[in-house]
């Protein structure tokens, strides 16, 4: 318990080193002292006492900035957790189930069509969520194959079909306007977030993981096995339908405001089984805490590294592959 403590208490320290980090350093520095005094006035509603360029850059583009990317980092942990729990599968995430890619589908016929920041998550949820279903009921339908490499092939084939729907879309845009949109929106930024697509989004990720809190127990006996999940009066079929429902719904909110960003649903997770073990009761809060920083630190590297700001899905992926490589080598024995 001891060493889970600590593991809980350094990564909430370096979450809130990242945010520091974060809302100082850039091309406009600030002051550590002076935004810190400066959100802690706000707080008890008084001015921040800052210069009105610093005041615009703290509280109009770096704060939005950071609730955006905790929420995104830790949203695509916690949902890769979940799945990854439900299915007793260490490969499966967001994206290999072909939830991002129909979620990315659904937000960018909700760019073609123009719709607003709301009517985007909600197509983004459904085709999230029949893309998860049809992967389930084709991986439930194949027997005679290894229920794991049809879990995964299905949800390969699904993301590959509801990519060829977002090349379609890309294609029939408008070549000025809709298309820079949807291409620069895919590999994924938080550079264009504003204050109010934060606040709609937080409501929905807080809704999505509300069952995923509430069944933790029993996501971590329905690891035993379906049968002796019943024998302890645990209903697989609803547990499994609630968690899918509520891991799509903050994939697909998280989606529609950060674009496609892969390799934290996956990587996320076995960072904090490595920390906190597998107990889904301690790997959810993990998980969501790795998940904020880890996003932080990539949204504010991306930012920093270039002078032009370099796509957050080519950072995660470039630093997810060796991580998860290294990950691959050490736990391999487990995974056999």
Known sequence: MTRTLLAFAATAALLILCAIIALTAGRFPLPVS???FGLLRAV???PSGLEPGADGVLFRIRLPRV?????????????GAAYQQLFRNPLVSPDILGVSSGAALGAVLGIFLSLDILGIQMLAFVIGLAAVAVVYAVASAVRGHDPVLTLVLAG?????????????????????NQLPAITFWLLGSLAATAAGDVYTTIPVVLAG???LWLLRWQ???LSLGDEEARSLGVNPTRVRLAVIAGATLITSAVVAI????????????????????PRFVLLLPASLLLGAGYM???????????RIEIPLGILTAVIGTPVFLWILIRTRRSWQ
């Open 209 to 211: 993981l509300l069952p």
């Open 296 to 306: 932080l630190a990539i949204d504010t590297l991306a930012r920093m590294a270039a």
């Open 67 to 79: 609730a955006a990317a905790i929420t995104v980092g830790a949203a695509l942990a916690a949902a």
């Open 219 to 221: 996501l971590d006996v």
């Open 156 to 176: 390969v084939l699904i993301g590959a079909l509801a990519g060829a729907g977002v090349g379609l879309m890309k294609y029939i845009a408008d070549p000025y």
């Open 258 to 277: 950060s674009g496609v960003i892969g390799w934290v649903g996956l990587l996320i997770p076995h960072l904090a089984r490595l920390l906190v073990g």
């Open 44 to 46: 008890f509603g008084q």
């Open 34 to 36: 002076d935004a810190l």
